[in-house]
């Protein structure tokens, strides 16, 4: 099965500096990637996700990410962050010919914004 | 839509006893599953379902069942709670692998 790596567990960052969340995936073949965001005592909620084609994704919020399928890395980012930015952040892959329970997260990072 | 809704929000058991973790989604989605939350671990898939009637194990499915019985709900049961059990739980649906999931608020559950 595949792995998840998520580089950081904990990203302190200015309001309005830019930040960049890392993740690492141990795949060989094609895979399908996700990143979510768990604001304090909430579920999980999409940001974004890579299918195919660009390999720069847009998502909600201002964020992106790209895929870098030689570095096997999905790395998140924002060019200027605000305080509600602050919550957990994970990344999740699945081979795209794996069935549905086979998605996997990462550990999660921890995103705390601060004036 | 109220999406995916889980209840109860919090619950606090003594250890060997029994209880169940509603799920429910008004979405029409085929694929559900079941995650629990451990500080420093991410998510850990605990049991999912591609359908009504078919379920699956998935990473950590020790000491719990469900059962899908319908398109729109997916219970946890928990057979004879154990103080690992202490864990926020969630419920999530989706369409396929290509789309991302819809998670409910979780439940917060200590086992004493």
Known sequence: AQSVTQLDSQVPVFEEAPVELRCNYSSSVSVYLFWY??????????????????????????????????????????????????????????????????????????????? | NAGVTQTPKFQVLKTGQSMTLQCAQDMNHEYMSWYRQDPGMGLRLIHYSVGAGITDQGE?????????????DFPLRLLSAAPSQTSVYFCA???????????GPGTRLTVT
Do not use: M
């Open chain 1, 37 to 115: 965001v768990q604001y304090p005592n909430q579920g999980l909620q999409l940001l974004l996700k890579y299918l195919s084609g660009s390999t720069l994704v847009k998502g909600i919020n201002g964020f992106e990410a790209e895929f870098n399928k030689s570095q096997t890395s999905f790395h998140l980012r924002k060019p200027s962050v605000h305080i509600s930015d602050t919550a957990e952040y994970f990344c999740a892959v699945i081979k795209t010919t794996d069935s549905w329970g086979k998605l996997q997260f990462g550990a999660g990072t921890q995103v705390v914004v601060t004036p």
């Open chain 2, 60 to 72: 950590v499915p020790n000491g719990y069942n469900v059962s899908r019985s319908t398109t729109e």
């Open chain 2, 93 to 103: 649906s989706s369409y396929s692998n290509r789309e991302g999931q819809y998670f």
